[in-house]
């Protein structure tokens, strides 16, 4: 597979950025083959993600780079952001932007009702800290 020229790939299966070593001390992982086919950066995942706060996560991401930030500092910021997201902000951004979260509405409504409003359900980073961003010597 010949990916040169492609400035980002993002993985976010679980454990789509877990590597292993080789008896020759060689890296081998999903985001390894990435790099060597020619993508650049390559953000993926350590472990088993959520899908809405993973949703976000990327949609945060995605904001930063079109403002112009680089690839590391906009995965960067957009941890940050979810972090700090309060309930308003998510029950704000899910009434917003219903399409971006796989048809769950109301059930995601339903988790955030009962919880204080300025609570912020993401700062844990099992919810955000599994996203690296690798780039390729290449």
């Known amino acids: 597979m010949d990916l040169r020229g492609t400035e980002i790939a993002v993985l976010s299966a679980c ?4 590597s292993i070593f080789s008896l020759h001390k060689q890296q081998i992982g999903l985001h ?11 953000i993926s995942a350590l472990w088993a993600v959520d899908d809405f706060p993973t949703a976000v996560l990327m949609n945060f991401f995605y904001e930063n ?16 952001q979810l972090k700090k997201m309060t309930v308003k902000e998510l029950v ?7 399409e971006l ?18 609570f912020c ?18």
């Open 101 to 118: 979260f796989f048809g769950s509405y109301d059930e995601l409504l339903a988790e955030f009702e009962d919880l204080p409003s300025e």
């Open 65 to 80: 780079m079109k403002k112009g930030i680089s690839i590391s500092k906009a995965l960067f910021a957009a941890k940050k």
């Open 32 to 42: 390894v083959a990435f790099g060597v086919a020619g993508v650049r950066y390559i």
């Open 92 to 98: 704000a951004l899910i009434r917003q932007d219903q």
């Open 121 to 138: 359900y993401y700062s844990s980073m099992r919810y955000w800290g599994s996203f690296i961003c690798s780039q390729t010597m290449y």
């Open 15 to 18: 454990g789509s950025g877990k």
